[in-house]
């Protein structure tokens, strides 16, 4: 059955150190969005792209992070270099419909800075 | 800005029984979709039931069903029958004016047996 697939599930790294996470939407779903979830600030939007053109991207940080669509079947996000406070769970999510659809979400990545 | 409240940091229910979460919000937008979202300890988001704000009927699927009140900008899930599998975090979400989810802090549930 179709679904978002992330990979890593689980990245433990150093601070300092450059973390790619992947996510591969739903087949023909051009919709794709990164969010973060944390215990302090709870789920929070990244960036979102349609038909691989960034959106939104209001919710990064700028400065550290990067998001990217190199093509229709793969997101990146990127944090370089990471920090403590990079530790979150990072959400993917496809839609294909156009607006006020249902998102799917993907697993999620754990990321753990020391 | 548009906000998604959630009071209930945890709740409890005896199996069998029927439970409801509070969700509160606010928006500008005249159009807009409010969203339960399940998350057990796998940490999947699972989409439980979708509300559209032009809808006056309250939406309902199996045992879950919703109390949408939209003059008191109020969106609350009720779960009858509670089943074990029903334990996880909840969040309440809000899309409006863009496809961007705003999610409440989200309440856990807890079913004792």
């Known amino acids: 059955d179709a679904r978002v697939t992330q990979t890593p599930r689980h990245k433990v790294t150093e601070m300092g150190q450059e973390v790619t996470m992947r996510c591969q939407p739903i087949?023909?779903?051009?919709?794709v969005f990164w969010y973060r979830q944390t215990m302090m600030q709870g789920l929070e939007l990244l960036a979102y792209?349609?038909?691989?053109?960034?959106?939104?991207d209001s919710g990064m940080p700028k400065d550290r992070f990067s998001a990217e669509m190199p093509d229709a079947t793969l997101a990146t996000l990127k944090i370089q270099p990471s920090e403590p406070r990079d530790s979150a769970v990072y959400f993917c999510?496809?839609?294909?419909?156009?607006?006020?659809?249902?998102?799917?979400f993907g697993p999620g990545t754990r990321l753990t800075v020391l | 800005a548009q906000t998604v409240t959630q009071s209930q940091p945890e709740m409890s229910v005896q199996e069998a029984e029927t439970v409801t979460l509070s969700c509160t919000y606010d928006?500008?937008?005249?159009?807009?979709?409010l969203f339960w979202y399940k998350q057990p300890p796998s940490r999947q988001m699972i989409l439980v039931i979708r509300?559209?704000?032009?809808?006056?009927q309250n939406a309902t699927e199996n045992r879950f069903s919703v109390n949408f009140q939209k003059a008191a900008k109020s969106f609350s899930l009720k779960i009858s029958d509670s089943q074990l599998g029903d334990a996880a975090m909840y969040f309440c979400?809000?899309?409006?004016?863009?496809?961007?989810?705003?999610f409440g802090k989200g309440t856990k549930l807890t079913v004792n047996p």
């Open positions: 087949l023909g779903h051009n919709t």
């Open positions: 999510a496809s839609d294909g419909q156009g607006p006020w659809n249902e998102q799917f």
């Open positions: 928006t500008s937008e005249s159009d807009y979709y």
């Open positions: 509300q559209e704000a032009y809808k006056q």
């Open positions: 792209f349609r038909n691989r053109a960034p959106l939104d």
């Open positions: 979400a809000l899309q409006g004016g863009s496809e961007k989810l705003v």
